[in-house]
């Protein structure tokens, strides 16, 4: 092969297309408010059909009503909820080419292994790991079925997956495991020119976070205030805690050709909190 130069021309064909999404139909479960809501917006600015699929219907609506796109009732934790959601986005443009898996729950599981919760654990699983699982099979059943274009599955992940000290162990033990199935998916799926690749945050003010932070004691906490206190707890960003849209530029990377070459990759989006200390009380 040739090797590549950086040419004028490609230079301005680059500048022309400044929608990294063009005419790409995307699914993106939890999608109806957080990091998905964020993801559904700049994917769709970016040029792509989204198809948002949660079980907050009247958040999700009107999502997806302000981008141009459908609001489908999906749990996750129900395969044929899922299959569903995928289908609506081949009825509707004949082809699906971005799956972003983010539809996920925190706790209360109880903070000690010794307490720990059965049935909320088995729920966690049911949602975060399973309700991935369900989403990465029928993306990629679409996916090979389609235009044999490839795709990008994108899995929201955590980086509680590669922590031990959050007593959190239901969640952590469901993150973990999809880090696991997104390298063993990704390994199966190239072959196909279907790349898969995780997302992992931290700190994110969503009311997930918010009400996690009211458990752990922070009864008045503000979006403004788990911003302060991720940065300045780990981040090695002076000052700077993580917001939807920092992960919701990570998702758009990962789903736009711009990361052709990457696949089975966890993305931290965490302000380089994992190198810096694990611990959070
Ligand atoms: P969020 O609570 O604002 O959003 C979660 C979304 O998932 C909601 O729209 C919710 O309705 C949806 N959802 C929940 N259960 C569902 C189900 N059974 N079926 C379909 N949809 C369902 O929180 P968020 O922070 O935006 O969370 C998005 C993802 O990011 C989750 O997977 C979460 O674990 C992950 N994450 C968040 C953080 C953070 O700091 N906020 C950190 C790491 C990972």
Redesign the pocket.
């Known amino acids: 092969m040739e090797p590549q130069h950086v040419t004028d021309q490609n230079i301005e064909t680059q500048k022309s297309s400044t929608k990294r999404l063009a005419d790409k139909v995307a699914v993106i479960?939890?999608?109806?408010?957080?990091?998905?809501?964020a993801a559904a917006k700049l994917f769709a600015e970016n040029g792509a059909h989204v198809v948002i699929?949660?079980?907050?219907d009247e958040?999700?609506t009107t999502v997806a009503k302000s981008i141009g796109g459908h609001y489908i009732h999906?749990?996750?934790?129900k395969e044929d909820d899922v299959e569903s959601a995928i289908n609506l986005a081949l009825s509707w443009k004949g082809h699906l080419d971005i799956m972003l898996s983010?539809?996920?729950?925190?706790g209360p599981e109880g903070r000690s292994i010794t307490t720990l919760e059965m049935d909320r654990v088995r729920h966690l699983f049911s949602?975060?790991l399973y309700?991935t699982i369900h989403g990465i099979k029928h993306a990629a059943r679409a996916m090979i079925k389609g235009n044999n274009k490839g795709g990008s599955i994108i899995c929201?992940?955590?980086?509680?997956s590669i922590m031990g000290g959050l007593a959190l162990h239901g969640?952590t033990m469901t993150?973990a495991a999809i880090d696991g199935l997104v390298r063993s998916a990704a390994c199966e799926l190239g072959e196909h020119l279907i790349r898969v690749n995780c997302i992992?945050?931290?700190?994110?003010?969503?009311?997930?976070?918010l009400s996690a932070c009211r458990r752990f004691g922070h009864d008045d906490i503000t979006p403004q205030g788990v911003k302060e206190m991720i940065g300045s707890r780990a981040s090695l960003l002076k000052g700077k805690g993580?917001t939807?849209e920092d992960v919701a530029h990570a998702a758009l990377f990962l789903a736009s050709d711009e990361s052709g070459f990457i696949t089975a990759h966890n993305l931290l989006i965490d302000g380089g909190h994992t190198s810096a200390d694990s611990r959070m009380s």
């Open positions: 479960t939890g999608g109806a408010r957080g990091i998905g809501a699929a949660d079980v907050l958040l999700g999906c749990d996750v934790s983010n539809a996920g729950i925190g949602i975060n309700g929201t992940s955590s980086a509680a969640y993150k992992s945050p931290h700190g994110v003010p969503s009311e997930m976070l993580a939807i």
